[in-house]
């Protein structure tokens, strides 16, 4: 809408509360936003029995005519801070053939091979009674339900039992409700009438692999040294991780390595690196200053690798944060860095959120997991992904060094997330 020389623009949000909707929209048009109409929408579509109803809201915000700024892709509006671009799944995993998918037959012997387990487990949960576990509590039936829908419903229960399995699943295993309603919509997208739960099961593998990504290891410099950050709050890990690492390019890929920590705080931790580096026979150095930092740089210009390891500070300490975010940026132009954020999987995942906030306002990075041995359920990897937009890198799964570290596995991971087995 137009009035005079200004514009007016007036959009639809939705979220699970208003208040949720509203801030969808204040961050896409600003605080300037009203509020002229809200409601609840009743999901609509296959999965609709078990979705819960979600908020409406419309906001107008009026703009000067110049400052007109066209309304974003839809594709864009729905990342919510998560990954940037919906990767569209290959077309073949939409299209039904005799049997068989139109994918390359090594990959599909793969895939099958992931998921026998869980389809072993889905088969026998979907000829017997559900346990109370997997049972999905719904809101009384909605009388004004379609009989198309009902129908849908009715001719292929087999289906329909699944995805209410394979949603139950998902959250037990700790991925949040709504990335979960995310995939489920996702699988409504390709959903067709007749639908086998083997066709939906390997959309939803599909499907989740992608939006996972590869890992992105360590890549070498193009020229000199590449600096290596690892930031991250205490106690998760970071420096028997450091030295797994090192011992992998030391020993094994035989680069020379020379290990870093700003940790004067923790002596026992610098100890520790200082012990692994004597092992390795790699140079080891504290660093108290922003110049020492740059001095030790340049003193291993020749060196493959330097290692970093930091302080964990508070998320809430805005002085640490600072000084962190000086810290990382001090050698910039100096030589090519990357920064790693090591997170424990055992971590709530309210506390990862704050934390992986906090540290994307110092520094971009890329995620690495430890601790995998000590929890039987990975829906964090997969939520902070989403959450942060931020590529995987390596997991840990125990403390011997250097064997308890591997390059993320996407298909791994999700096969443990619908599946509920480590």
Not at 129 to 137: D, G, Q, R, S, Y
Not at 405 to 415: A, E, L, R
Request: aromatic share 8%; with cysteine.
């Amino acid at each position: 809408c137009r009035d005079g020389d200004s514009v007016m623009i007036i959009k639809k949000f939705q979220g699970k509360t208003e208040a949720e909707a509203t801030e969808l929209a204040k961050k896409e048009l600003g605080d300037g936003v009203v509020v002229m109409n809200v409601k609840n929408v009743k999901p609509k579509g296959f999965f609709a029995s078990f979705r819960k109803p979600i908020t409406e809201v419309t906001v107008a915000l009026e703009e000067e005519r110049e400052r007109f700024v066209p309304a974003k892709k839809e594709t864009e509006k729905h990342s919510e801070g998560g990954l940037q671009k919906n990767v569209p799944i290959t077309e073949a995993w939409q299209k039904e053939t005799s049997g068989v998918y139109q994918r390359n037959k090594a990959e599909i012997g793969t895939i099958e091979e992931k998921l026998d387990s869980l389809q072993t487990l889905l088969v026998q949960q979907l000829k017997s009674p559900a346990p109370e576990k997997t049972e999905i509590h719904e809101e009384a039936p909605d009388e004004s339900k379609t009989p198309a829908k009902e129908t849908e419903e009715e001719k292929n229960p087999e289906l329909s039992k699944f995805l209410k399995l394979l949603y139950n699943v998902m959250l037990e295993n700790e991925v949040d409700e709504k990335y979960v309603n995310q995939i489920m919509e996702d699988i409504e997208k390709v959903h067709k009438p007749n639908m086998p739960f083997d066709y939906a099961l390997a959309n939803a593998y599909q499907r989740m692999v992608l939006k996972f990504g590869a890992a992105e290891e360590i890549a070498p410099a193009k020229s000199g040294p590449k600096a290596v950050f690892f930031i991250g709050p205490t106690g998760v890990g970071k420096t028997t991780t450091i030295a797994k690492i090192a011992s992998k390019f030391s020993v094994e890929d035989k680069k020379r390595v020379a290990l870093l920590t700003t940790d004067t705080f923790r002596i026992a931790a610098a100890e520790q690196l200082r012990t692994y580096a004597s092992i390795l026979e790699v140079p080891f150095r504290v660093i108290y200053t922003i110049q020492e930092l740059e001095d030790a740089v340049r003193d291993f210009k020749e060196y493959d690798y330097i290692l970093i390891d930091t302080t964990g500070h508070s998320h809430q300490n805005e002085e640490q944060k600072e000084a962190m975010k000086e810290l990382v940026h001090c050698i910039d132009g100096m030589v090519e860095k990357e920064v790693f954020l090591v997170l424990s999987a055992t971590t709530k995942y309210r506390d990862l959120v704050q934390i992986a906030d906090s540290y994307k306002d110092v520094v971009e990075y890329k995620l690495i997991f430890t601790k995998l041995d000590e929890t039987s359920a990975f829906g964090n990897i997969l939520n902070l992904r989403f959450h942060t937009g931020a590529s995987l890198s390596y997991v840990t799964c125990g403390q011997n060094v250097p064997d308890d570290i591997v390059n993320f596995n996407p298909q791994n991971t999700v096969n443990s997330l619908l599946s509920g087995k480590t």
